[in-house]
Each structure stands twice: as C-alpha cells, then as structure tokens.
C-alpha cells in the first residue's frame, strides 16, 4: 500500500518536549506529501505521542488509543514516546495498535510508515531499544522538514533530551536516557527559520534544560545569548529548570533583555526537607527560598511556576502543611500539583508509608484551592498596568511574565504583539485594553 497523499492525524500526551516533537513530526510528514488532519477527522494513520509519567498519564493514552480507533475505525495506530518506551509489550496486545515506536527511534517515525507494507503480513511491529545506552545525540540533524512548526504563534525548540538525575519517584531517566545536548548552530538554524515564518514567541524544551551544554563554556546562558544576538523578533520563553541550575548570570541576562520572558517554572516538588532527601532531589528547602529570593530581588514583577507532588511515600500531615506553608510563603502563581504515582522501576516504589488514596485527593484539593488564590493574587498586581501580550486567538493572548489577557476588538489580533492596560481581574485572567 502506498502511504503517500494519506491522510495522518497526530495525539500528543504530557510535557511541552512531547509537543515540540510532534510539531516536529507534523511538517516531516507534510514535507513527504502526508496530510496532516486534526485529530477529530478520519485518519490512515494516527501517531500518539504518550506520556507515563503518572499512571493516569498512561490512562489518558490508553484513552487516546480508544479515541483515534473510533474516529479512524479502517486507519492504522502507531504509539511512539514515553508509554510506548515502557510498556511495549502491553500495547502490542491491544487489538487497535499497529505499530510501537521508541523514543530514540521516534525522528525516524515517516521511515517506518513508508517500510509498513513489508510489515503487511504481521499484526504487529515494534522498534523499541533502550535509550540510556546512547551517549551522544548524533540523531539529531537539522533539515528544513524538521522544524517544529504549530498552527499557533508561540514553536517549541527541543534543546536538550534526557535527564542524570534519578529522582526515586521519576521513571523518565529510565525512558528518556543519560542527558544529552543539541548542537547550538542546530537549535539556532531551527530558530531562524522559525522568525522568518513569523512565530512571535519560541519555547526551549527538554527533559532538563538547565543541564544543557555544549562544551565547558557553552551553557544555557551562552545558548540564549547566541539566540538573543543571531534573532530580532521573537521572544523566549524557558520551559520548567531546576533550582540548582539558574545561574546569576542567568537571572540577569532575563532582567535586562526585552525578548527573554519574565517566566520562570522552577519545580519544587515538596516543601519538607525531610521529604525532598527521599526524593533525591539536590537541594534543601533554603536552597529553593535562596533561587526564588534572588531572582524577585533582580525581577520584582516575575512570574514564577512550579510543581509539587502530594502523597509521596512517608508524607505526613506535618510533611504536607510544610510544603502548604512552603508554596503560601512564597507564593507561587502558577502551581502544577500531582499525585504521587507508583512508576515500577524506581525505588520510591519500594518505600514504606504509602499514602492512601483518599489522603492524596484531600491533600491535592486543599493545595489547588491554594494554587488558585495564589495565581488570582498574582494577577491582581497588575490591574491599571501595561502588559505587553502576544494574541494566540483573535482576541486573546499570554504577557512574558504568561498572564492572559483577553480585550474586546473588532480586528483578529493574532499573532500580534501588543501593549494592553488592564483594566479588570478574573480569578485565572485578565481583560484590558490596547494601548495605541
């Protein structure tokens, strides 16, 4: 069977490198004469992009796998990414699934649909080897067909792949392999390509982007210099860093570009040092108050994210109102809460004292009512200020520092960069007007 004018939809699950990938894919396939459709419509091909970080994230592809099976009943199902990495043999036995592709093979993913017919004989294909065997990136070639391209205005940039730093709860290590870097004169060429599009915003992605080096002198820091310097146009925006690895350096080269967004998404995970040395985390609690102090010493105005996980095992109430007390002190407008999940493989799976269900769901409830005042809070600062925002819709859009702002007009704002005044505060937004 000829692949070629059929039509391919795309799934993706999890983090924000998950979605750089399949933007990536999604103009590999249509530079081969694939059509790209949307996940709604009749597909012969459907390529999910899984998460298992949490065994909900595996449900919720399991979910997807079901979805894609009812929209494109005659259409083929590749599984590719994290679940894929981990459960291959499990998916295989699912009658819907075609194909089982792991993330080191994953660039290579329109290779594997145009050999498909050799594979017409089977009921199932998988091509899955263990990444923490790979030392190097050396599958990573730039081309003009692997631009990360969206049907939006902000593009995400992978930097970066994998992670060292074992965290006992964390099975991505496991999936995604040792750290590896991209060549900068790749990721720059990706990003000049992208301005030249029009894309106003680009995202640098990875599994941990503060361990991101070329060589000894070219870091994170050094990347986004060159990006800053070889670019007139875009702005950046980082995607979640480790406390102990923003540097000073950092911090001020954000202060003083205008094109470097106020964001940072630094993830805590817990705030009980108790807690946070059964995680293997590598840094204490004054550690994190010392990062966050510093940069709101040099950024008064940022916004700073994070996560946590509630239910780790040997998570007391005492441990909990610590992290409660924690995330309230230091107020933190953009709060990502998880339940702590089981993954097989790592050791917190092994520990004792684990937490109940019922205790995670209560203690998760009581710390997402927090989130919420806390991002409310923040957004209130900047009632009767100016906002520079960049519309992804007609009349809606994200600041630097990612407030949304929405304003009424006649005209579609789209990727347009405008200064807004707000003028009114909604509980996760805000609406203003545009100052001419």
């Known amino acids: 069977m000829n692949y070629k004018n059929k039509k391919v939809s795309f799934r993706v699950l ?25 996940s709604d419509d009749v597909a ?15 449900a919720k592809t399991r979910a997807e796998i079901t ?10 199902i590749i599984l590719t990414g994290c679940y894929a990495q981990e459960k291959k043999a499990d998916l295989l036995n699912l009658k819907n699934v075609h194909m089982v592709i792991g993330n080191l093979e994953k660039t290579r993913l329109v290779e594997f649909v145009e050999n498909m017919d050799q594979w017409a004989n089977k009921a199932e294909v998988a091509d899955v080897n263990d990444p923490r065997l790979v030392q190097s990136h050396d599958y990573y070639t730039f081309s003009q067909d692997s631009i990360a391209e969206t049907d939006r205005t902000r593009a995400f940039v992978k930097i970066q792949d994998g992670c060292n730093y074992f965290c006992t709860y964390c099975i991505i290590p496991f999936l995604r392999g040792r750290v590896r870097s991209r060549k900068s004169d790749e990721i720059l060429q990706e990003v000049m390509a992208l301005e030249q599009k029009g894309y106003k915003e680009i995202v640098l992605s990875g599994i941990n982007i503060g361990t991101y080096k ?49 964001y940072f998404h630094i993830p805590l995970q817990h705030g009980s040092d108790k807690i946070l040395k059964l995680m293997n985390r590598k840094y204490n609690l004054d ?4 990062v966050i102090t510093k940069i709101r010493r040099a950024i008064p105005n940022i916004a700073i994210g994070t996560d946590a996980i509630v239910g780790f095992p040997g998570e007391d109430e005492e441990d909990f109102q610590g992290m409660y007390d924690f995330i309230q002190k230091y107020e933190f407008p953009f709060l990502h809460i998880f339940r702590y999940s089981k993954r097989d493989g790592t050791k917190a799976a092994k520990m004792p004292h684990q937490v109940r269900d019922i205790d995670k769901k209560n203690r998760s409830a009581k710390l997402r009512k927090l989130g919420d005042q806390l991002q409310e809070n923040y957004i209130k600062k ?17 600041s630097d520092n990612f407030v949304y702002v ?24 805000a609406e203003g007007v545009i100052i001419e």
């Open 67 to 76: 979805a894609a099976a009812k929209v494109s009943p005659k259409g083929k």
């Open 382 to 398: 900047f009632l009767n200020k100016e906002l520079d925002v960049l519309f992804e819709s007609p009349s809606g859009g994200n």
């Open 44 to 58: 012969d091909i459907t390529i999910i992009n899984s998460c298992a970080v949490t065994t909900q994230a595996e």
């Open 287 to 290: 550690d994190f108050a010392e």
């Open 14 to 38: 999890g983090c924000r490198l998950n979605q750089s990938e399949v933007a990536s894919l999604k103009n590999q396939f249509a530079h081969r004469g694939y059509r790209v459709v949307g």
């Open 214 to 262: 070329q060589d000894e002198d070219f870091d994170l820091t050094a990347l986004l210099r060159s990006l800053l310097e070889n670019t007139s146009t875009t702005r950046f925006r980082l995607s979640s860093i480790e406390p102990n690895l923003i540097t000073g350096e950092m911090i001020m080269l954000m202060k003083v570009s205008t094109r470097l967004c106020n």
């Open 406 to 429: 929405k304003v009424n007009s006649d005209k579609d704002l789209t990727n347009e960069m405008k200064k807004v005044k707000i003028t009114k505060v909604f509980k996760s937004q």
